[in-house]
Every structure is written in structure tokens, then in C-alpha cells.
T-cell receptor, first 115, second 111 residues
Framework: DSGVTQTPKHLITATGQRVTLRCSPR?????VYWYQQSLDQGLQFLIQ???????AKGNILERFSAQQFPDLHSELNLSSLELGDSALYFC??????????????FGPGTRLTVL | GQQVMQIPQYQHVQEGEDFTTYCNSS?????IQWYKQRPGGHPVFLIQ?????EVKKQKRLTFQFGEAKKNSSLHITATQTTDVGTYFC???????????FGRGTSLIVHP
């Protein structure tokens, strides 16, 4: 158990819908990272938040947005869902803001299926 | 941008055989980390290498960081069925906060 929690574990929805994925980092960690993992793309970095502020942005679509709340939990919002958005979504947390030696602790993931 | 290539994509071995996965970066890395993801699981941190030419061992696993800090390898001696999973390398370069993950090598061990 990494100490990172994600809910829900599974999510099945239809195209065009909007969903919210939730992540709580390890106790004391200030950074949250969101990743998308699909069979053909590996682990794709989406976005990072550090202590409530956006720190870095990766290949995140405009239909996706995220935020980190004062209690440091984070939510990833996916809207206008398409079939291709079906994937595993992981969040990871680190103590710091992303120094070279930070170790990422991954949550169990949310499996999103868009029908 | 930085690219991290990892080969092979898949590797089938008989239990007891050795296994190696290789990671190559297009840019010089400040460090490299290795993660393991069991089937149906999430990536779990294994180790971090920072120094040029560094070699670290964890039981049957040997990790190397190249002299130029652009490549790395993970070698498993005498594989066991518990080694099954996907092994990812992740490298950071320059002042980037974000590690770039390789696509992973999936290890399948046949008993």
C-alpha cells in the first residue's frame, strides 16, 4: 500500500459525458501528478500540482482539467468523453515539488471505460 | 523534447533464465528511476540511480547507469514467476520536475 488513494476504482460511462476522478496523496506529500496509461501509449504525464498550484503541464487535452484543494487532495475532470479516453488513470504523489530525486508513489488507479 | 526509449517491449523467459531491459535517453539525465508494475497493479518504485556509472543491486536485480548518463539497464538473474510484470524506467533531465517514462518492458516468466 503506497498510501495514495484513488476513487473510484472503476468507472463506466458513455461518450459525451463528464466524470471526476479523485486522488488523496500520501500524508505529508505536497505534490500530485496525474498520468494516463493506455495499452499503446504507456504512462503519459498529464499535469502536476504542488501545494495547490499548477506546477507542470504535459499532454493534457483541453477537455481535461484538474485542481488541488487546500487539503491537498486532487480531482481530475474529464469532459466530452470519447472512446479513446478509455484508460487507466493514475495519480502519484511526492513530498516535494519535483526535485530530481523525488520518488513518486502511485495510487491504485481508476479504470475508465467509455462506451 | 526528451525521449526515453525502452527495449524490448516484451520478453518471454523460462523460469531460471536471466532477463535484461534497456533504457536509452535522447538527452543527458540527472537521474533515472526504475518502477515495477504487476499485472492489474500500479507502478511501484524500485530504485534510483544518480551517479555516472553507478551500479546498484537488490538481491537478484542489478541496475546500471551509463557513464554518459544517457542509458540504463535492469538485469534480473535467475528469474522467478514473482518477477512477472512491466518494468519502467523514468528519467529526469535538466531542471524538469517531471520524469519521462519509457514505454516499459513486460516480462513473462514461464514455469
Amino acid at each position: 500500500d503506497s498510501g495514495v488513494t484513488q476513487t473510484p476504482k472503476h468507472l463506466i460511462t458513455a461518450t459525451g459525458q463528464r466524470v471526476t476522478l479523485r486522488c488523496s496523496p500520501r500524508s505529508g506529500d505536497l505534490s500530485v501528478y496525474w498520468y494516463q496509461q493506455s495499452l499503446d501509449q504507456g504512462l503519459q504525464f498529464l499535469i502536476q500540482y504542488y501545494n495547490g498550484e499548477e506546477r507542470a503541464k504535459g499532454n493534457i487535452l483541453e477537455r481535461f482539467s484538474a485542481q488541488q484543494f487546500p487539503d491537498l487532495h486532487s480531482e481530475l475532470n474529464l469532459s466530452s468523453l470519447e472512446l479513446g479516453d478509455s484508460a487507466l488513470y493514475f495519480c502519484a504523489s511526492t513530498l516535494g515539488g519535483g526535485s530530481p530525486t523525488d520518488t513518486q508513489y502511485f495510487g491504485p488507479g481508476t479504470r475508465l471505460t467509455v462506451l | 523534447g526528451q525521449q526515453v526509449m525502452q527495449i524490448p517491449q516484451y520478453q518471454h523467459v523460462q523460469e531460471g533464465e536471466d532477463f535484461t531491459t534497456y533504457c536509452n535517453s535522447s538527452t543527458t539525465l540527472s537521474n533515472i528511476q526504475w518502477y515495477k508494475q504487476r499485472p492489474g497493479g500500479h507502478p511501484v518504485f524500485l530504485i534510483q540511480l544518480v551517479k555516472s556509472g553507478e551500479v546498484k543491486k537488490q538481491k537478484r536485480l542489478t541496475f546500471q547507469f551509463g557513464e554518459a548518463k544517457k542509458n540504463s539497464s535492469l538485469h534480473i538473474t535467475a528469474t522467478q514467476t514473482t518477477d512477472v510484470g512491466t518494468y519502467f524506467c523514468a528519467g529526469k533531465s535538466g531542471g524538469s520536475y517531471i520524469p519521462t517514462f519509457g514505454r516499459g518492458t513486460s516480462l513473462i516468466v514461464h514455469p
